[in-house]
Structure formats: structure tokens, C-alpha cells
């Protein structure tokens, strides 16, 4: 417990937290999108993956303390690294050098505090029915479509989409770097697998709110 604790005071501890955090993140992405994409086919589908999931019982639960608690560490992490980062550079640079520092790094920690606060909204307006117009409980589907069918929701659910692939590509190059998986000869496959991966679970959820918005869905 003790050298755990040692790696989690080093700036390194708490990239590799952010690393294996932000993996078990891609995977409940992974399934989120599949799961949501079904709104296309048949909204009643997003009714029957939401029975299935509650019928899981105890093991729902713990899937979501597990993926509640990597959210949390990310967060913690990422905000002591910024503190870490800031003392040891107190004075804002003269000159910023975009050469070395994409976009997506650069607004990496504006785009984290936006998820943050659509993370919040998200549960309030799809799971609870806060801020929904009418909401129905346990009709998944229906009320993805009519709640994301509000202008300015489905305006907020695009930006966060956005601001979600550029946090991910940028997270999926980093990963290999931090776990010690980089190397030039990998380069060109590690820029693809991120930004490929970003526009695939990125785009197909800011397909969703588009659709909904253009009435596409229903």
C-alpha cells in the first residue's frame, strides 16, 4: 500500500492512473455508442438494452462504482498533475510553440472540464428526467429522441461530442506513450488508431443529437 501510494505522489503515478483510467473509460464508451446507435434502427432496442442492464442487478452496480471511481481518479489525477505543472513553471511562457503542442493538447483541460459538466447534465437529463420536457420512465428510446429534440440540448450534446474526440485522440496517443508503448516506428499507426478511433465513438455520438434535432429520429 505504501509504494502505491509513493507512485501516486509522482507525476508519473499519476499519468499511469490516468492511462489505465482512461481504458476502462474507452471501453464503457465503446459499449455506450454501440448501445446508443440503436436509436436507429428501433428506438423500443434502447428499451430492451436498458432491461437488460437493470436485470444485471448487483453487477450493474458494481460496473458503475468501478467506472464512477476511474472518472473520479482521472479527475483527481489530471487536477494534481495541472498543480504539479503550474509550480514547477510559475511563469507563463513568452512564446507558445503550436509546433509541439496540438490543439487537442492545448484545450486538453478545458475540453476535461466540459465532460465534467456534461457528465453531470447528462445523468440529470437522460437517467433522473431533469431538464427533459417528458419524460417517461423506462422508455429509453423515446426519451433519448424528445430530449435531445430541444435546440439547446442537442447543441450542448454536439459541443460535448467535440470537445470528447479531441480529449479522446489526444488521450489514446498519450496512453502508449505513458505505458511505455511508443516508439517512432509506431507513430503513424498510434496518430491513426487515436484519431480514428475519436471520429468513430465521437461522431457516432454526435450523430445522435443531430439526428434527434433534424427530426430525423422517431
Given at each position: 500500500m505504501n509504494r502505491i501510494l509513493a507512485l501516486w505522489r509522482t507525476a508519473?503515478?499519476?499519468?499511469?492512473?490516468?492511462?489505465?483510467?482512461?481504458?476502462?473509460?474507452?471501453?464503457?464508451?465503446?459499449s455506450h455508442v454501440i448501445s446508443n446507435?440503436?436509436?436507429?434502427?428501433?428506438?423500443h432496442h434502447l428499451d430492451e438494452w436498458g432491461e437488460f442492464l437493470r436485470s444485471l442487478g448487483p453487477a450493474l452496480w458494481l460496473?458503475?462504482?468501478?467506472?464512477?471511481?476511474a472518472v473520479?481518479?482521472?479527475?483527481?489525477?489530471?487536477?494534481?498533475?495541472?498543480?504539479?505543472?503550474?509550480?514547477?513553471?510559475?511563469?507563463?511562457?513568452?512564446?507558445?510553440?503550436?509546433?509541439?503542442?496540438t490543439y487537442a493538447a492545448r484545450t486538453?483541460?478545458?475540453g476535461g472540464v466540459l465532460l465534467a459538466v456534461f457528465i453531470v447534465f447528462h445523468i440529470l437529463h437522460l437517467t433522473w428526467g431533469q431538464f427533459h420536457p417528458d419524460f417517461r420512465e423506462g422508455e429509453v428510446?423515446?426519451?433519448l429522441i424528445t430530449g435531445l429534440a430541444v435546440t439547446p440540448v442537442a447543441l450542448f450534446y454536439a459541443?460535448?461530442?467535440?470537445?470528447?474526440?479531441a480529449h479522446f485522440a489526444h488521450g489514446v496517443w498519450s496512453v502508449f506513450q505513458t505505458l511505455g508503448l511508443n516508439h517512432p516506428a509506431w507513430n503513424r499507426a498510434r496518430i491513426a488508431l487515436a484519431v480514428g478511433s475519436a471520429v468513430l465513438i465521437a461522431g457516432g455520438f454526435l450523430a445522435i443529437p443531430l439526428a434527434a434535432l433534424l427530426?430525423?429520429?422517431g
Open positions: 508519473i503515478g499519476k499519468k499511469v492512473v490516468m492511462a489505465l483510467t482512461g481504458l476502462i473509460g474507452l471501453a464503457f464508451l465503446v446507435l440503436l436509436v436507429f434502427t428501433d428506438p460496473a458503475r462504482a468501478v467506472l464512477l471511481g473520479v481518479l482521472h479527475i483527481v489525477a489530471a487536477w494534481q498533475l495541472t498543480q504539479q505543472a503550474r509550480a514547477a513553471r510559475p511563469g507563463a511562457y513568452a512564446r507558445h510553440d503550436t509546433q509541439v503542442a486538453m483541460r478545458w428510446g423515446r426519451n459541443v460535448a461530442m467535440l470537445a470528447l474526440g427530426g430525423v429520429l
